[in-house]
Structure formats: structure tokens, C-alpha cells
């Protein structure tokens, strides 16, 4: 069944910044789409980071170079330290490859900034406390938020919004962002409405204000490092 989209895309190719890097998470349709890889430009100027065994469905596109990661690997390019880290979720592409491919949350830090952020998308688990112990404290937490109703479906694939904060504690972050909500209807939970209800249960959590970050479609903002003499930059 096609999912239903629900927000037009804001992202024409021609308006596109330079792309460098690009980091796949796992091979799910929602986060792996064939034909926006393919529609890249100048694909040969691209470094793509992907989990293990994923590299096979990118051949035919003339990256630069394609690096496949196991969990707890690193792999350096253009200044970034990005580091493969085990997150609770599953990989499938049909009906009878479910696991066959490894999928993996990403922390990235900055080797002259200092500066860190880690992506996950997943279900909680003890790996967050663990991951923000061995490469926290991070300074922004992507949280992947949505399709987490019904539960009895969606446990061990998408956590629920008090979890979701409680990785991002864990994490020891210091900007939350909530991502994964807004753009496709996957659960039951009001899409529109989970990025403001993960501010509420962040809130309740005793998270400031000022390190909830709801961001909509195309916008962009700038974190300033604490430590300025990067100017900000990672």
C-alpha cells in the first residue's frame, strides 16, 4: 500500500547547497528513496555513508565513493568523524528480507570544531544511555518521533514521545529536534500534532524551551557553539 504523503516538497534540485556527504540510515522507503539518490547533483563530487550491505542498491549511481559501515565503525571525511552506532529498529525492503541488511543511528562530530550530533530513528532502548556515555554529550539530537501509534504495532520500531525525550536525555544532547513527524502518515497519532506533543512530554521532562527545536519543512537554524572560536561551524 503506497503510504499517503502529506506535505509537498520544498526541495527543488536547482536550489539545493553543495552536497558532500550523505549518510543513510537504513533501507526503509520512507528514509531510502531510490529516485531523490539518483536525482542528485554532481553525484561524483558525493561521499555516500551508508550500514552494511546497503551499498549494492546505489551501483548504478556514479558516487564518489560509497562507505559501508558496521556499528561502532568510523569512517573521517572532509573534517566530519562519523560514527555507525547500534539503534533499536529493523531493515526491510519487502516482504522476506526483513534484518538482512545491518541499519544504524550516526553520531558526526566536527575534529576542528569540537562540535557533535547524533541522528536516530528507532525505538528506545538502554544503547542511547550507552551511546551518550562512550560519545556524548552530543550538542544536537536528531529524534525521529512519528508513526509510534498503535503501540502494540509500532514498539521496537518507533518509540514512544516520553522515550523519545528520555533518548535525548540519555544522549545527554543539548538541543532536541524532533524529526520523522509532519510529511507521511505511517500510525494513527495526528501527524501535525506530534512535534508540539513532544515539546509538551520534553517540558514535563524538565527540558528548557530554548532546547526543544521544532523545525518546519525547508527551515534552517544555526547553533552556536558554546566554544565560539569555530565560529559556530562543524
Given at each position: 500500500r503506497?503510504?499517503?504523503?502529506?506535505?509537498?516538497d520544498?526541495?527543488?534540485?536547482?536550489?539545493?547547497p553543495?552536497?558532500?556527504?550523505?549518510?543513510?540510515s537504513h533501507?526503509?522507503?520512507?528514509?531510502?528513496?531510490?529516485?531523490?539518490?539518483?536525482?542528485?547533483p554532481n553525484?561524483?563530487?558525493?561521499?555516500?555513508?551508508m550500514p552494511?550491505?546497503?551499498?549494492?542498491?546505489?551501483?548504478?549511481i556514479?558516487f564518489?565513493?560509497?562507505?559501508?559501515?558496521?556499528w561502532?565503525?568510523?569512517?573521517?571525511?572532509?573534517?566530519?568523524e562519523v560514527?555507525?552506532?547500534?539503534?533499536?529498529?529493523?531493515?526491510?525492503?519487502?516482504?522476506?528480507?526483513?534484518?538482512?541488511i545491518l541499519?544504524?543511528g550516526f553520531?558526526?562530530?566536527?575534529?576542528?570544531?569540537?562540535?557533535?550530533?547524533f541522528h536516530f530513528?528507532?525505538?528506545?532502548?538502554?544503547?542511547?544511555?550507552?551511546?551518550?556515555?562512550?560519545h556524548?554529550?552530543?550538542d544536537?539530537?536528531?529524534?525521529a518521533?512519528?508513526?509510534y501509534?498503535p503501540r502494540?504495532?509500532?514498539?521496537?520500531?518507533?518509540?514512544?514521545?516520553d522515550?523519545?525525550?528520555?533518548?535525548?536525555?540519555d544522549?545527554?544532547a543539548d538541543?532536541?529536534i524532533?524529526?520523522?513527524w509532519g510529511?507521511?502518515?505511517?500510525?494513527?497519532?495526528?501527524?501535525?500534532e506530534t512535534?508540539q506533543?513532544?515539546r509538551e512530554?520534553?517540558?514535563?521532562?524538565?527540558?528548557?524551551?530554548?532546547?526543544?527545536w521544532?523545525?518546519?519543512?525547508?527551515?534552517?537554524?544555526?547553533?552556536k557553539?558554546?566554544d565560539?572560536s569555530?565560529?559556530?561551524h562543524y
Amino acid at each position: 500500500r503506497q503510504r499517503q504523503m502529506c506535505i509537498r516538497d520544498r526541495f527543488k534540485r536547482d536550489n539545493l547547497p553543495r552536497i558532500d556527504v550523505v549518510a543513510i540510515s537504513h533501507n526503509h522507503y520512507d528514509h531510502f528513496d531510490l529516485p531523490t539518490l539518483e536525482s542528485l547533483p554532481n553525484p561524483e563530487n558525493i561521499t555516500l555513508i551508508m550500514p552494511l550491505r546497503m551499498g549494492a542498491y546505489v551501483e548504478h549511481i556514479p558516487f564518489k565513493e560509497v562507505i559501508e559501515l558496521a556499528w561502532d565503525e568510523t569512517v573521517v571525511r572532509l573534517g566530519i568523524e562519523v560514527t555507525a552506532l547500534p539503534v533499536v529498529h529493523f531493515s526491510a525492503r519487502g516482504l522476506f528480507d526483513r534484518n538482512e541488511i545491518l541499519w544504524a543511528g550516526f553520531a558526526l562530530k566536527g575534529l576542528r570544531s569540537g562540535g557533535s550530533l547524533f541522528h536516530f530513528e528507532g525505538d528506545y532502548g538502554n544503547t542511547y544511555r550507552r551511546i551518550g556515555q562512550e560519545h556524548g554529550p552530543f550538542d544536537i539530537a536528531l529524534i525521529a518521533v512519528g508513526a509510534y501509534k498503535p503501540r502494540d504495532i509500532m514498539v521496537g520500531a518507533h518509540c514512544a514521545l516520553d522515550d523519545c525525550v528520555q533518548a535525548g536525555i540519555d544522549l545527554k544532547a543539548d538541543i532536541l529536534i524532533p524529526v520523522h513527524w509532519g510529511t507521511t502518515v505511517l500510525g494513527t497519532e495526528d501527524i501535525y500534532e506530534t512535534g508540539q506533543e513532544f515539546r509538551e512530554e520534553a517540558l514535563a521532562k524538565g527540558i528548557p524551551d530554548e532546547s526543544i527545536w521544532l523545525m518546519k519543512i525547508g527551515e534552517t537554524l544555526i547553533y552556536k557553539l558554546k566554544d565560539d572560536s569555530a565560529n559556530g561551524h562543524y
